[in-house]
């Protein structure tokens, strides 16, 4: 019987460089999957059902948030955004690694439904580096990156509540200390007390 996957909830601000970090953590972690969310806003050309968003209708978003079905959910632009409990456990039952990569009131949302989930935050080396790293995307206004530089400051001090924090200083070095987390969350001894009395009784 395979043992329970490992819920992660990973924050950190726009531009702290979470998607290539993550990118470089699936790679050496195959046993993990990312959560894809749901949405109610229409799908853009090229998307699909299932892989980048779960495409739901407003009433059945709804119906999931009154049944305690959505780990968390929140409104931007008029549209639900959310992460189904159900896909999420039938993965962790089959005992991969679910990696939930969302903002900081998604992730204290989850903490308090499932209160084993390990909570990461990734930060940039300073926010001079961040305002940096925006600025090299080379895709934003000089208004937007101030704006997300705004949110960071709100999000960072944040990071507190978190069970580790781990800094982006090289993609590297940030994947290396999040497969570290992984694997020692396996060995957490609350997820091995079926072993251990099986690993008793045959001795």
């Known amino acids: 019987m395979n043992q329970k996957g490992l819920l992660l909830v990973v924050s950190g601000p726009s531009g702290c460089g979470k998607g290539t970090v993550l ?93 084993d989930a390990v909570m990461v935050f990734i930060m940039p080396p300073s926010m001079k580096e961040l305002r940096h790293r925006l600025q090299e995307r080379g895709t934003e206004a000089q208004e937007v990156i ?27 070095e940030a994947a290396e200390d999040i497969c570290a987390i992984l694997r020692a969350g396996r060995c957490l001894a609350q997820k091995n007390l079926a072993r251990l009395d099986r690993a008793i009784q045959e001795a």
């Open 23 to 115: 990118s470089r953590v699936f790679a050496k972690q195959p046993n993990t999957y990312y959560s894809v969310s749901a949405t109610t806003r229409p799908p853009r050309p090229g998307e699909e059902n299932g892989v980048q968003y779960y495409f739901l209708t407003r009433e059945a978003f709804e119906e999931r948030i009154a049944s305690g079905q959505m780990l968390e959910y929140a409104q931007y632009a008029g549209n639900y955004y959310g992460t189904p409990a159900q896909a999420v456990d039938a993965q962790l039952a089959q005992g991969k690694n679910v990696v939930l990569e969302i903002e900081v009131q998604g992730a204290k949302q989850v903490k308090l439904r499932r209160p």
């Open 146 to 172: 101030q704006r997300r530089m705004d949110t960071a400051r709100l999000e960072m001090p944040q990071a507190k509540d978190y069970d580790y924090i781990v800094f982006n200083d090289t993609v590297e």
